[in-house]
Structure formats: C-alpha cells, structure tokens
C-alpha cells in the first residue's frame, strides 16, 4: 500500500502562484510514476502532469504546458506541482496519483494508477 497525502491548495487570484506538495509513505517512491490529476466542479478527472519514476522525464496536458512544473524529490518521498500564471479554469481538487514502475517512463492513463490521495482543493478567481 502506499499512502498519499496532498497539501498546498488554496485560494489564489488570477495570474498568481500555488506549488502543491504530495507526501508518500508505505513503500518505496522511487518505484512509482507519478502523476496528478484535478477534478472540476461538475465535470470529470483529467490528466495535469505526469512524471517518471527518477524524475528525467515529464509531460504535460495542453491546458497547462508553460505554466505548470511537476517535480519530484525521491529522498523526501515527495511530489510536487508548481502552479504559475493561474487561471479561473484551473480551479479544481488536485489529485495525485502512484503507478509502479520501476525504471519507467511516464504514465498518463488514470487507470494505470494504482493509488491516489484525497486531493486538496485550488480555487482562482478571475
């Protein structure tokens, strides 16, 4: 099992900065791609950014590209998106999420995650 546990959301005005942080515990995080995800009012989960298990190679959803920056740190066990120029759209709960893959790419497909945490909340108002 792995334990994941979001924090960093909050409520932003347009054009301003969040970073949010994904602490994992249970096993060892390094073995899993990671990936976050955000869920809108009213509307389903989608793709935000993906990451690989050492951090060498990422990718993005459109909507983000240039704004957005997922990192990872392996000794802390922790995951990070960096949220830049914040627009009223990217209000949503942030997810993220565990795949294991040891020395693997990047995994975008949600069903591919095995784990996920509760999510914390990012609202931008315009």
């Known amino acids: 099992q792995v334990q994941l546990v979001e924090s960093g959301g909050g409520l932003m005005q347009a054009g301003g900065s969040l970073r949010l942080s994904c602490a994992a515990s249970?096993?060892?995080?390094?073995?899993?791609?990671m990936g976050w995800f955000r869920q809108a009012p009213g509307k389903g989960r989608e793709f935000v950014a993906a990451?690989?298990?050492?951090?060498?190679?990422?990718y993005y959803a459109d909507s983000v590209k240039g704004r957005f920056t997922i990192s990872r740190d392996n000794v802390k066990a922790t995951l990070y998106l960096q949220m830049n120029t914040l627009k009223p759209e990217d209000t949503a709960v942030y997810h993220c999420?565990?795949?294991?893959?040891?020395?693997?790419?990047?995994?975008?497909?949600?069903?591919?995650?095995?784990?996920w945490g509760q999510g914390t909340q990012v609202t931008v108002s315009s």
């Open positions: 999420a565990a795949a294991p893959r040891p020395f693997g790419t990047v995994v975008v497909a949600e069903s591919e995650y095995n784990y």
């Open positions: 249970g096993q060892t995080f390094s073995n899993f791609a």
């Open positions: 990451i690989n298990w050492s951090g060498g190679r990422t």
